[in-house]
């Protein structure tokens, strides 16, 4: 089996500040972390490649620094790491990481055999938009599945991979089948520590690194800023809400509890009664 | 020409494993397990399990086949949590390394992994209650039985003695002083042990007296020949001087850091204390001494890597530089604090009631002076 996880290095955002002034986020200094969300997936893949057997290549889009990313994950067990680097995938929204990701997974796919499962993170903690999984998956036509919260059972004789997937007021359990792209959930699993011959593996490894061009990239247009039709227009720190919260007492029933709130809240906002009423008539 | 004193990749991968581990597992409950006189044996196997339980030992017997360098590093690293863990730690690893260098291929096997997984725990057993710094004054007594050994004699200040599995035990043999001892691995379970001593620092890990009482072991249990027992003794101890020496720089360097964190935040005369010019200066000779002492121990790690001639005087040296140096850096931070430092909370006390006893263990800061002086008399040409 060969598991590919694609990791992100964003900054710690437990250290980040955004400036009051110019509503920047103040980038500088602070030290930067593997994406929380990736390192449970790297973990879910590492377990399976123990269970199963196969290996596990780490990719990541960034700039030379992220190497410091990916020995982490070799640290961690990983057994290969791949880092995609070049000035044409500066300024890289969704889409054009999602495209340049895309073109490197079917390099790895070429190169060190074929994928069977490309893990991501739910979403990054610096970004936040959790399309790039779906993005890959789409392009590189790979069954998708979001919000996993634990994998049960990949199996390859049949090609299948059964998980758990959290939605709205449940769990679903579901199977499908491989290749497949996943994204995991945080707190699926406990991230294992490298031990000291890791290190030393991680620390003597050759990160296989990747141009644009090495990764068969030919249209650069569709990297980076000019491949990137959204534009981030403003960045801002909301200001705290001024009003306090309000406790509403619990009622007898479930009932009582949902009119007394709703009570609160005409009570508090009686536009809020005024437009519901109108509404309600038919206004 | 190669930058001497700067650490390769290798080496910062080790030091960063051991930091993290250090950082997040160690340095939250130093205090706790303290306060509690808790042995973390759960906290040693999570160490053990990423190959710190047989750091300088030999890989085919689940060892990390590291060097006394990378220990040193190791050492620092977990000493910046809690000193006192990060030494028990040395001990093991002593031992296990002891096991590894003088046992035989069937010692190795039988033992060997379960040191390195720390399944097994190890204890070194040289002093008595009358041969401390004078160990060739041994009393305890290994009478040949057949294809037994019975022991007899009190072991003291035995760390990790109650807790441990095997017991790495130095007995009398015959009577031709240090050529008459022999070095023995004792389980456990032929043993009784004193109460857990009273003691300065070093809280979490037990300190006890190990008694041997017509206690009779297979001499397949006996490490190397009879009378080789004082040589493997101090074998062991040069790696071990090296550890200490490491375990007072890790805990000197977390109390500089707190020092200095403070003196940032602490106002004085309607100022911050760190800008005062007599305690900046303060602040620079720790760096100062501090820097030295690392410096000191990387050079004597190597010595001992290499083999060297002066190898055990360079260790000594260290030893009793770095404990002493290390020592003074951790009381000046506890001065730093004011009455603060002298409070449990702040975790600086317990820093420096750690480290004191560095200076007396593993040879007294005196005995580390003696073996010295020896090597340059009889290096004399
Ligand atoms: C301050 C700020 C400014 C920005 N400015 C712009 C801008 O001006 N123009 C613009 O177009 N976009 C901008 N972006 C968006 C930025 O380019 C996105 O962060 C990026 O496209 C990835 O999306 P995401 O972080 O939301 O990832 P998500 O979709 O949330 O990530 C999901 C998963 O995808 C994988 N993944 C994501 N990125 C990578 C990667 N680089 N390498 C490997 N795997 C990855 C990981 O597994 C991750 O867990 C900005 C973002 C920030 C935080
Ligand atoms: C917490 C703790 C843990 C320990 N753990 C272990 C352990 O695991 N295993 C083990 O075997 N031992 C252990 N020890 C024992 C330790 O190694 C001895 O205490 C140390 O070697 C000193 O011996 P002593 O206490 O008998 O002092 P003594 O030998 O009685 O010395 C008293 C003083 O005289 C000085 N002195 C002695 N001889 C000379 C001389 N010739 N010239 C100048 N000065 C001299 C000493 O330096 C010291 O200052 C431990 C001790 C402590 C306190």
Redesign the interface.
């Known amino acids: 089996m060969h598991f590919v996880v694609c990791i992100k290095q964003v900054p710690d955002s437990a250290q980040i500040r955004v400036h009051p002034v110019t509503n920047t986020i103040m980038r500088q200094g602070v030290p930067t972390i593997i994406n929380p969300y990736d390192l449970f997936s790297l973990e879910e893949a590492l377990r399976w490649r123990d269970k199963v057997g196969g290996e596990v290549t780490v990719l990541t889009m960034g700039p030379p620094m992220a190497a410091d990313s990916l020995r982490k994950a070799l640290t961690i067990g990983a057994d290969r790491a791949v880092l995609l680097t070049d000035r044409f995938f500066a300024g890289s929204d969704t889409l054009a990481t999602s495209f340049a990701l895309s073109a490197a997974l079917q390099k790895i796919s070429d190169t060190f055999g074929k994928i069977d499962i490309v893990f991501c993170g739910k979403q990054t903690i610096d970004g936040d938009t959790a399309q790039v999984g779906p993005g890959i998956a789409k392009r590189l036509n790979l069954e998708q599945i979001t919000y996993v919260s634990a994998v049960n059972e990949v199996n390859g004789d049949n090609g299948t991979v059964t998980l758990e997937r959290r939605s709205e007021g449940g769990v679903q359990v579901l199977k499908t089948n491989l290749p497949a792209m996943i994204t995991m959930l945080e707190g699926s699993n406990t991230v294992r520590r490298g031990r000291i011959d890791d290190a030393l593996r991680a620390a003597r490894a050759q990160i296989v690194t990747w141009s644009a061009k090495d990764a068969g990239i030919e249209d650069v247009t569709k990297c980076g800023l000019r491949g990137s039709p959204t534009v981030v227009k403003k960045v801002f720190a909301p200001t705290p809400r001024a009003e306090k919260a309000a406790l509403v007492e619990l009622g007898e029933t479930p009932r009582d509890s949902a009119e007394a709130l709703i009570e609160a809240i005409f009570a508090k906002t009686p536009k809020i009664e005024d437009d519901l009423v109108k509404l309600a008539s038919g206004f | 020409m190669p930058h001497l004193f700067a650490l390769n990749?290798?080496h910062?991968?080790?030091t960063?494993?051991a930091q993290?581990?250090a950082r997040e597992k160690i340095a939250p409950h130093a205090l706790d397990w303290d306060e509690r006189k808790h042995f973390p044996v759960d906290v040693l196997r999570e160490a053990a399990?990423?190959?710190?339980g047989g750091?300088y030992t030999r890989e085919d017997i689940g060892g990390?086949g590291?060097s006394r360098l990378d220990a040193t590093l190791i050492f620092e690293a977990l000493a910046r949590g809690c000193p006192t863990v990060a030494a028990y730690l040395s001990i093991h690893n002593m031992c296990a390394w002891m096991i590894d260098r003088f046992g035989d291929a069937a010692q190795r096997e039988k033992w060997g992994p379960a040191l390195c997984s720390m399944d097994r725990l190890a204890s070194y057993c040289l002093t008595e209650p009358a041969a401390g710094s004078d160990a060739a004054a041994i009393k305890m007594k290994a009478r040949r039985d057949g294809d037994f050994y019975v022991l007899d004699g009190v072991k003291q200040f035995i760390s990790g003695a109650g807790v441990s599995d095997l017991y790495v035990i130095m007995a009398r043999t015959s009577d031709e002083g240090a050529r008459g001892l022999t070095a023995f691995v004792v389980e456990k379970d032929r043993l009784s042990f004193g109460a857990n001593e009273k003691k300065m620092g070093w809280n979490a890990q037990p300190t006890r007296q190990v008694i041997c009482e017509d206690c009779r072991i297979p001499v397949a249990n006996r490490l190397g020949e009879e009378g080789q027992g004082f040589r493997i003794a101090m074998a062991g101890l040069d790696g071990g001087r090296l550890n200490i020496a490491a375990c007072s720089l890790g805990g000197a360097a977390a109390a500089l850091d707190k020092a200095v964190a403070y003196m940032g935040e602490r106002q004085a005369f309607g100022k911050k204390l760190d800008t005062f010019q007599a305690l900046q200066f303060r602040l620079a000779d720790m760096a100062i001494d501090l820097e030295a002492s690392r410096t000191f121990l990387w050079r004597a790690a190597s010595a001992l890597d290499a083999k060297t001639p002066d190898a055990t005087a360079l260790c000594a040296m260290a030893k009793k530089f770095v404990t002493d140096a290390c020592f003074s850096v951790a009381n000046d931070a506890l001065q730093l604090h004011g009455g603060y430092g002298y409070l449990a909370d702040y975790g600086i006390e317990k820093i420096v009631r750690d480290l004191r006893v560095h200076q007396i263990l593993e040879g007294s800061n005196e005995i580390m002076r003696l073996i010295v002086a020896r090597h340059l008399i009889e290096s004399r040409s």
């Open positions: 990749d290798d910062r991968a080790i960063d494993m993290t581990f399990a990423l190959g710190m750091i990390s590291l």
